[in-house]
């Protein structure tokens, strides 16, 4: 043989030893046809020691569990063997036939893919509907799994103030506040308190919580604030701050089956615990009544004023701008209008309002300007007098009074000035100036008898009538309105369309502002409402098989009562667990079976 034959031939003993010696990741399911509704579970496993593991797209399904990790160790002759698993409990959603793509490892530094599968999705069997029930044939997600260890020592909410005494007016600092020492996945505030009692401006929180560490009672937790708020307490007394709630997913190591299963870490499942955090009490003192100034208008803080116009010497009917500025900390968003005192010849415009003001965990702070448009309407010499603002300070408990600089003003005779009304000081000294004001007039007016010409004409025996025609009306319509309310079903069912639309409304709403949950809830609440308004069926005993029976006698077509089906499933399902499902699509659908069953019924 030649030397090129043997050279093959190693080279193919040699790539058959690397290929036997390559694990394979293999994917599986544990059916490959299932209903909707129904759950089913993916493994992925190999024999190997595992680096990494990237799941698949499994977008199609509603993942309600994993991923769950095991792994296993295998001795025969000598030879060790670890067998790793990856599996997640998938619930089906919607019909058809779907592929999960491979999913892929990492073992020694080299990335292995496994096959891909095909589950084919079938309609399941429609499920009984309750107000609080959950799908037939779909299984509790882990989640909602009953806890088997006690958390509220280990995770737990605090509302935290930086003040509880203040005075009426101080600002607040509030923090809400996460302390933990497990593991969290996910949670959502589901409570926030209304705060009644206070005026309030948010603190813009940060993309995401920092973690931080902080003890508490000796013990070590895990600290992130959640949100924070300035509050500004608006009457003396002690207010009380509710509590918030939130839902948290917490990861908690599964109890180890056997001793190879310790070995190699156990596997994990995910919690859902609610907790709220405790009510705090603000003790609000009353401003002090001891030295308040006269002007005082409820500023509290600490401010600075200034003042400043534009120019000093101007022609009658020129404007000129007197401008304020208040800086300082405070409740300057609450400072009330100023007053400044011009003099009467002068036209004066509302001021325009130009903030800078940051609300920072600092407090809120910045500067208020009021640009005040003035015009002179009349020559001479005139003073603005000085402008004061009375504040209360918390930090010294005292009263203080500023006072701003005063103002010569000359105005020259200005080229139109004839054109204008002025209006002195002097309520007598009153000019016509063009058309603006006029004398009385002395000459013939023209007067007549008063009645002459109304008493016996047209318009006379017109309002005659008009009395009784105007009673005749109201009792027909009254009457129109009896008997049109008299059927309350047929009421109800007129109102039908009403109410979704604001249930409907308030979706668009939760959509706009991301809140899924709320979303769904909105969407669900609109849909059954209407329902049940509109086919007169209670709400205890409003359910899917009512619904359906219910619109096929009114001769709904099954196409609208499928997607009704359709669009109740996925809220339904929404409202326990995240769906992939747009959205927009589902708002669009909702309003969609709604005008399909108004244009059929």
């Known amino acids: 043989m030649s030397k090129r034959y043997y050279i093959l ?96 490892v990492v073992v020694n530094g080299r990335r292995i893919s496994s096959n891909a599968v095909k589950v084919k999705v079938v309609k399941g069997q429609r499920a009984q509907q309750s ?39 101080q600002q607040i600092l509030l923090t809400y506040r996460i302390y933990t020492r497990v593991a969290i996945t996910q949670y ?38 959640l949100k924070q708020v300035i509050l500004f307490p608006e009457h003396a007394g002690n207010i009380t701050i509710d509590p918030f709630s939130t839902d948290f997913v917490v990861r908690l190591p599964a109890p180890a089956k056997d001793i190879m299963d310790q070995f190699f870490g156990g596997a994990f499942v995910d919690k859902k615990y609610t907790t709220k955090s405790a009510p705090l009490v603000v003790h609000v003192r009353p401003l002090p009544e001891n030295g308040k100034p006269p002007g005082f208008t409820g500023a509290v803080g600490n401010f600075s004023i200034e003042s400043s116009i534009d120019k000093t010497s101007v022609k009658a009917n020129d404007p000129l701008n007197y401008k ?26 509302d001021p325009k309002l130009t903030d800078s003001i940051t609300d920072k965990a600092a407090g809120v702070s910045g500067y208020r300007f009021y640009n005040y ?6 020559e001479g010499d005139y003073t603005i007098d000085p402008l004061k603002l009375s504040y209360f300070n918390p930090s010294t408990g005292r009263y203080t009074t500023l006072t701003t600089k005063g103002f010569h003003i000359k105005v020259a005779k200005g080229n139109n000035e004839s054109n204008v009304t002025a209006l002195a000081g002097d309520k007598q000294d009153v000019k016509l100036l063009a058309k603006d004001i006029r004398y009385i007039k002395t000459g013939s007016a023209g007067l007549t008898k008063a009645g002459e010409d109304f008493f016996g004409s047209l318009l006379y025996y017109l309002l005659l009538l008009l009395g009784p025609a105007l009673c005749l009306i109201a009792y027909l319509v009254r009457n129109w309105h009896e008997k049109a309310n008299s059927d309350i079903v047929k009421v109800k069912s007129r109102r039908a369309s009403r109410v979704a639309a604001k249930h409907l409304a308030n979706a668009q709403k939760q959509l706009t502002a991301k809140n899924t949950q709320a979303f769904y809830e909105a969407v669900f609440r609109g849909l059954y409402g209407y329902l049940g308004d509109k086919l007169n069926i209670s709400y205890a005993d409003l359910n899917k098989d009512v619904i359906t029976s219910t619109l096929s006698k009114r001769g709904v077509e099954s196409g609208v009562i499928d997607h009704l089906m359709e669009t109740l499933d996925m809220c339904e399902m929404a409202r326990y667990a995240p769906v992939t499902v747009s959205e927009q699509q589902v708002f669009e659908k909702a309003k969609g079976v709604i005008n399909d069953i108004e244009d059929e019924i």
């Open 324 to 349: 304020v500025k208040v800086t300082g900390a405070g409740n300057i968003k609450l400072l009330k209008e100023l007053n400044p005192n011009f003099p009467s010849d002068f036209e004066k415009y």
């Open 9 to 104: 031939l190693v080279f193919i003993f040699l790539t058959k030893a690397l290929l036997a010696q390559t694990p394979k990741l293999t994917a599986s399911v544990s059916k490959a046809q299932v209903g909707t509704g129904d759950t089913f579970e993916i493994t992925f496993s190999i024999s190997a020691n595992v680096e990494g593991f990237n799941p698949p797209d499994m977008s199609a399904f509603q993942i309600v569990g994993g991923p769950n990790q095991s792994s296993s160790m295998e001795m025969i002759n000598g030879a060790t063997t670890v067998n790793t698993a990856y599996s997640f409990v998938l619930m089906a959603v919607k019909e058809g036939e779907f592929t999960i793509g491979p999913g892929a």
């Open 131 to 169: 107000t609080g029930g959950r799908a037939k044939g779909m299984q509790p997600a882990a989640g909602n799994l009953p806890l088997a260890t006690d958390l509220s020592k280990d995770l737990f909410l605090r509302a935290v103030i930086d003040k509880d005494n203040v005075y009426q007016g």
């Open 373 to 378: 448009l003035l015009i002179p309407r009349k």
């Open 188 to 225: 959502n505030v589901t409570k926030l308190p209304d705060l009644t009692g206070f005026w309030n401006e948010d603190i813009t929180p940060p993309k995401q919580a920092q973690l931080r560490q902080e003890v508490l009672n000796g013990v070590k937790y895990n600290v992130a604030d």
